[in-house]
Nanobody
Framework: QVQLVETGGGLVQPGGSLRLSCAAS????????MTWYRQAPGKQRELVAR???????GYRDSVKGRFTVSRDNTKSTVYLQMNSLKPEDTAMYYC??????????WGQGTQVTVSS
């Protein structure tokens, strides 16, 4: 059974940092593209950051220079380091594992709240 478990969310003040983790099981992790999405209340889910099987990364414009995505294939885990957090980063953050046009799996999400 495939599981993606996100951890690391919480309440942080503006300008603070958080590190999200997503631990995968039940898949050959190294063969999956890993993506972080987020969804704020009343808004559509949006792509935040992606890391491919060869380690290439991509980010939405609003988080470039503040967020860093990385993966550790030995631990079947993907990370999202979030620095200089802003109130508009407040959302539920989801981990996605996919092989395009073949398989896709989602985690249950972890809440990030940026507020003073």
């Amino acid at each position: 059974q495939v599981q993606l478990v996100e951890t690391g969310g919480g309440l942080v003040q503006p300008g603070g940092s958080l590190r999200l983790s997503c631990a995968a099981s039940g898949i050959i992790f190294s063969t999956y593209r890993m993506t972080w999405y987020r969804q704020a209340p009343g808004k559509q889910r949006e792509l935040v950051a992606r890391i491919t099987t060869d380690g290439s990364t991509g980010y939405r414009d609003s988080v470039k220079g503040r967020f860093t995505v990385s993966r550790d294939n030995t631990k079947s885990t993907v990370y999202l380091q979030m620095n200089s957090l802003k109130p508009e980063d407040t959302a539920m953050y989801y981990c996605n594992a996919d092989i395009p046009s073949l398989n896709t799996y989602w985690g249950q999400g972890t809440q990030v709240t940026v507020s003073s």
